[in-house]
Structure formats: structure tokens, C-alpha cells
């Protein structure tokens, strides 16, 4: 019969294989500077005004990508958050800014979700910074 010490050892090695192998499956955050495909992303979602959640009400247009988090699932979602300098527009103007002096500058937050398998875009929330704005 084993001894009390050899069953705990053995559990422990499984609790800890196990936890390792639901840490890999999660997600992690990762920040960093826009790649050209992040930006274009970016600017075709903000575009388009059919890929926004219902509840957003604050349209921008982007000048900068600032930095950019994401994290990706193991189902095919991706979720992006962008730091954006841009302007405050209406939503016929909503993409990338045009040159045309606009009144309302700022840091935005833009959330995204990509979904690979449906091939998607989805515009969840668009946040001015308060603390980061200018007229």
C-alpha cells in the first residue's frame, strides 16, 4: 500500500498539470505598437458604421494608433483595444480623418472584436478620454 506522502505527491502532480494545462488555453494581453494590419483593422471597422454596437453614441476619426492590447481565445476571437488620437465627428465622418479642421481632439479608447471563424468586425465601445482633450 502506498504511503500518505506518495498519494499527496501524485495529486499534487496532477492539480499542477492540470493548472498548467488550463493556462495554456487562456488568453494573454499583449501591448504593443500597432502592426499596419492592427491599424488597417482599425480604420475599416471604425468605417463602417453597420459593425457598431447600438449603444455607442461618441464617433471619431482616427489620426494616430497609439498602441494597441489585444487578446486572442483559443475560439478565434480577438479582441483589440486601441489608443487612438483623433477627432470628434459626426457619423457620416467616422474613419479615418480626413484633412479638414476639425474642432474636438483627443485620446480615444476603441474596443474591436475580430472573429476569424465568421470572418467579422465588431465595434463594441468608442471612449474619449476626458483628461485627454483639446479644442
Not at 500518505?4 to 493548472?19: D, K, N, Q
Not at 494616430?64 to 459626426?90: A, D, E, L, M, N
Request: contains cysteine; aromatic residues 10%; hydrophobic residues 35%.
Amino acid at each position: 500500500m502506498p504511503s500518505l506522502g506518495a498519494f499527496v505527491s501524485s495529486v499534487c502532480l496532477m492539480l499542477l498539470a492540470f493548472s498548467t494545462s488550463e493556462a495554456t488555453t487562456e488568453s494573454k494581453v499583449v501591448k504593443a505598437k500597432p502592426t499596419m494590419a492592427e491599424t488597417n483593422l482599425l480604420y475599416e471597422a471604425l468605417g463602417d458604421l453597420s459593425v457598431y454596437s447600438p449603444d455607442i453614441d461618441t464617433f471619431m476619426c482616427g489620426k494616430v494608433v497609439s498602441s494597441v492590447k489585444k487578446r486572442t481565445s483559443s475560439s478565434g476571437i480577438t479582441k483589440y483595444k486601441f489608443s487612438v488620437y483623433g477627432c470628434v465627428v459626426g457619423d457620416e465622418y467616422v474613419g479615418r480623418c480626413l484633412d479638414y479642421p476639425y474642432v474636438l481632439f483627443g485620446n480615444f479608447d476603441v474596443f474591436i472584436t475580430s472573429d476569424t471563424k465568421t470572418d467579422s468586425l465588431a465595434v463594441t465601445s468608442v471612449k474619449l478620454r476626458p483628461d485627454r482633450v483639446t479644442q
